[in-house]
């Protein structure tokens, strides 16, 4: 157990919907990672989060948005959902924001759009 | 495009045997790499890391070798057992994203006993 955790575990939704996934970091941990995992696209890099502020940005659609708390957890937003956003979704925490911070990913939560 | 990725996409080993799984990266500027473990329906498992200072770095029962010269990192398990059965990830950390790490395609490692 990483001591990350998401939810929901599970989430099918239709397409034109919008989701929200949940993260809570390891304790003490104040940087946010969400990634995205797809069978074609491998584990992609979407947003990071540090301390409540946006650090880093990756692959990440307009469609989707993210934010971190006060009490450091973290919401995935997608809207507008299409078949291909049918993926697993994960969180990772790090200490802080070094470029050699371990991250340490939480279960994920598999989304599946119809 | 992607810098990171695995020679080979699957490595079927006997229970005892050491496993190599190896990856390949294109960004000389990477500085920090990372060996990821994911067994069905589970997140990535940090399972050891290496800096671009070192060219070996060994933890318990794993030994991460660098060849900066040819930009290869390898992943060995020594007496490799049923439970390492899983998708291993190499990734690296180049500094373009942040802290972002990309992540290679994956190794399905299967052992038999």
């Known amino acids: 157990d990483s001591g990350v955790t998401q939810t929901p575990k599970h989430l099918i939704t239709a397409t034109g919907q919008r989701v929200t996934l949940r993260c809570s970091p390891r304790s003490g941990d104040l940087s946010v990672y969400w990634y995205q995992q797809s069978l074609d696209q491998g584990l992609q890099f979407l947003i990071q989060?540090?301390?409540?502020?946006?650090?880093a940005k990756g692959n990440i659609l307009e469609r989707f948005s993210a934010q971190q708390f006060p009490d450091l957890h973290s919401e995935l937003n997608l809207s507008s959902l299409e078949l291909g956003d049918s993926a697993l979704y994960f969180c990772?925490?790090?200490?802080?924001?070094?470029?050699?911070?371990?991250?340490?990913f939480g279960p994920g939560t598999r989304l599946l759009v119809l | 495009g992607e810098s990171v990725g695995l020679h080979l996409p699957t490595l079927s080993v006997q229970e005892g045997d050491n496993s190599i799984i190896n990856c390949a990266y294109s960004n000389s500027a990477s500085d920090y790499f990372i060996w990821y473990k994911q067994e069905s329906g589970k997140g990535p498992q940090f399972i050891i890391d290496?800096?671009?200072?070192?060219d070996k770095r060994q933890g318990q029962r794993v030994t991460v070798l660098l060849n900066k010269t040819v930009k290869h990192l390898s992943l060995q398990i020594a007496a490799t057992q049923p439970g390492d059965s899983a998708v291993y990830f190499c990734a690296e950390n180049n500094g373009q994203a942040g802290t972002a790490l990309i992540f290679g395609k994956g190794t399905t490692l299967s052992v038999s006993s």
């Open positions: 990772a925490s790090s200490l802080g924001v070094g470029a050699r911070e371990t991250q340490y």
């Open positions: 290496i800096r671009s200072n070192m």
């Open positions: 989060y540090y301390n409540g502020e946006e650090r």
